[in-house]
């Protein structure tokens, strides 16, 4: 009896808390909390069966790069962009520092000043562009080193700031295409993008004037952009709806789009151009159990009791720093809705890079289940070798090439 007293008093306690949450003004609220569903994930079989491509990888630069989340192959070449504001260069396996787009700061999470390399591309002409995500988007010679910001953050797109500049491709007419992830929040603020964001965006900007222009808006967490090679459309990853959406940009259905790949098996992060054709989507993780995005989905309150918790949490530790400023606190605001700190929501290892043609049709999967290259955000082929990269990892992943 009194156990059933202990349990009912401390569910009206729960109760009463996510009521109080729900009611305090000024936290996120200009988040719309809806209710969604995803179907159930195709099963692996067939092309989606599970193999071991990518199992067995070696692991390069072990805690000397952190987080080469976006890669990219020019001229044998690889390159990628890392947390510390680096863009780097790997070749023969040998890493070499191209250009520091970081700012000088004292801590990471000084995090307006010291910004982050997320996604990178090439052009025909040997240019490299890389996006940070606090700064804007760089045009990089990869000879000289010398850099320079061609889209700043500092004006609206379309009414609206760009806030997460995430993943970038350049197409075969040199324009600029990328994924505004938020126009609500920083990539410090990841998590309340996770559970209640739509504001993302597919941007084309020329890389001349620099004017911009939105393709697509409303999109939940947009990520990963590809343009076709024949510069028919371009692809754009909407990372929690688990699909990817097709943006014609020639023919007779110009300046419209459609959902292009739906319901994947997992969480899709970047999109880039296959060696022999077509492109690669990377799985940062799988819809298997435990799928906690997919569970949180028809939870809109739920979802809404855990932003407001993070932005309440977020909201104390602000006052504290403001009246005893510490370091550790600066730290503890920097990391509670960062990305890093949506590891914690992540339970399965099992990383998939999906290989398509142009039209779609699904050519081949590529498994990673030993748990050597978790978290699989990019992968692309080099010398007869997948290299992969994460924005979790401190390492990038190299791994024989086998018949699969």
């Known amino acids: 009896m009194e156990t059933h007293v202990k349990t009912v008093r401390n569910g009206a306690y729960l109760v009463i808390a996510a009521a109080l949450l729900l009611s305090i003004p000024k936290l996120p609220s200009d988040l719309v909390f809806e209710e969604y569903s995803l179907p159930d994930p195709p099963s692996f079989e067939g092309k989606l069966a599970v193999n071991d491509a990518l199992n067995g990888a070696t692991k390069l630069f072990e805690n000397e790069v952190h987080a080469p989340e976006s890669l990219v192959v ?15 260069a790997v070749k023969n396996d040998t890493l070499y520092t191209i250009a520091n787009l970081g700012r000088p700061c004292d801590q990471i999470w000084d995090k307006t000043k010291c910004g982050r390399a997320l996604g990178v591309d090439m052009d025909k002409h040997g240019n490299l562009f890389a996006i940070d995500c606090y700064h804007g ?24 700031m760009p806030l997460l500049p995430n993943n970038i491709a350049v197409g075969p007419d040199e324009a600029i295409y990328w994924s505004d992830t938020s ?19 597919l941007i084309r900007s020329n890389q001349t004037t620099g004017e911009s222009e939105v393709l697509m808006e409303d999109l939940a967490f947009s990520n990963g952009v590809y343009v076709s090679r024949d510069g028919s459309y371009v692809a754009v990853v909407e990372t929690i709806k688990s699909r990817v959406h097709r943006y014609w940009l020639k023919g007779p259905k110009k ?12 969480v899709p992060d970047n999109i880039v151009p296959y060696k022999n054709g077509g492109f690669v989507v990377s799985l ?17 309150r739920l979802r809404q009791i855990i932003s407001r918790f993070g932005a309440l949490l977020e909201m104390v530790l602000q ?19 960062h990305l890093d700190s949506t590891a914690w929501f992540i339970f399965n290892t099992h990383g998939i890079a999906l290989v398509y043609d142009d039209d779609g049709n699904l050519v081949k999967s590529l498994h990673s289940t030993d748990g050597i290259l978790p978290y699989i955000s990019d992968v692309v082929e080099l010398d007869g070798h997948y290299y992969v990269g994460s924005p979790y990892n401190s390492f ?5 090439i086998r018949n699969t």
């Open 74 to 88: 020019y001229n044998g070449v690889l390159y990628t962009g890392l947390a510390d504001g680096r863009v780097v």
């Open 137 to 160: 988007i760089y045009k990089v010679n990869t000879t000289t080193g010398d850099f320079s910001l061609i889209i700043p953050l500092d004006k609206p797109i379309a009414g609206q």
């Open 183 to 201: 126009t609500k929040f920083p990539l410090h603020k990841l998590l309340f993008i996770w559970v209640g964001d739509k504001s993302g965006r």
């Open 255 to 266: 300046g419209t789009s459609e959902i292009f790949l739906d319901n994947l098996p997992g």
């Open 284 to 300: 940062i993780l799988t819809r298997e159990a435990p799928d906690i995005p997919n569970y949180l989905a028809p939870f809109p």
């Open 319 to 337: 006052k504290i720093q403001d009246v005893y400023p510490t370091n550790l606190c600066k730290k503890m605001i920097f990391y509670m809705a």
């Open 396 to 400: 990038i992943g190299k791994v024989p």
